[in-house]
């Protein structure tokens, strides 16, 4: 059972717009930042979005991060068969001396 | 560039232990937290302990505490993982990752498989 909440699946076709969502709680996401991670298969997690909508060099700008209150969300625009892969956000936690929470994952298809 | 190389994963016996390792590069490592996450086969992303950039700071999650043992050395760039008591929940790709305080981690390194079977 993951801190945070994402749908397990989500999925579009090329071209379509796509958002994931990440819902906390007010000890993680609601004073903490958001991170957002792509995995492909097979590799490790590479860091999409960070500080809640900031891209890192080299990260598309079809990708977008935004946060409101306890809750986050992660728009791809634009979709393309590259984007399937799975996707996990991740806050820090206030709670229990501090530590960093994970999502699920939510498995990107592209129809 | 920043680069995290684990290393020391493997097939271990119920109750045994492993030391991993995770050579950094391309960054200063005495300025930043360092984490270890796992992930169990077909799972998702579990993290499992911090290290504040002086070790003065460490934590655990619930599930390896007592067990487990995150250390550093700045003067080697190196971060590591003793793992003790191994079982077989255990089992999982170990992964080093750069963090900062309060900020969950940017750069992973590609991870080293621990298998803990009989």
């Known amino acids: 059972q993951s801190v945070l909440t994402q749908p397990p699946s989500a999925s579009g076709t090329p071209g379509q717009r796509v958002t994931i969502s990440c819902s906390g709680s007010s000890s993680n996401i609601g004073s903490n930042t958001v991170n957002w991670y792509q995995q492909l298969p097979g590799t490790a997690p590479k860091l999409l979005i960070y500080?809640?909508?900031q891209r890192p060099s080299g990260v598309p700008d079809r990708f977008s991060g935004s946060k409101s209150g306890t809750s986050a969300s992660l728009a791809i625009s634009g979709l393309q068969s590259e984007d399937e892969a799975d996707y996990y956000c991740?806050?820090?936690?206030?709670?229990?001396?501090?530590?960093?929470?994970f999502g699920g994952g939510t498995k990107l298809t592209v129809l | 560039q920043v680069q995290l190389v684990e290393s020391g994963g493997g097939l271990v016996k119920p109750g045994g232990s492993l030391r991993l390792s995770c050579a950094a590069s391309?960054?200063?490592?005495?300025?930043?937290?360092m984490s270890w996450i796992r992930q169990a086969p077909g799972k998702g992303l579990e993290w499992v302990s911090y290290i504040s950039s002086s070790s003065s700071y460490t934590n655990y999650a619930d599930s390896v505490k007592g067990r487990f043992t995150i250390s550093r050395d700045n003067a080697k760039n190196s971060l590591y993982l003793q793992m003790n008591s191994l079982r077989a929940e255990d089992t999982a790709v170990y992964y080093c990752a750069r963090g900062s305080t309060y900020t969950p981690p940017d750069y992973w390194g590609q991870g080293t498989l621990v298998t803990v079977s009989s």
């Open positions: 991740a806050a820090w936690d206030d709670s229990l001396n501090g530590h960093v929470v």
């Open positions: 391309g960054f200063t490592f005495s300025d930043y937290y």
């Open positions: 500080s809640n909508n």
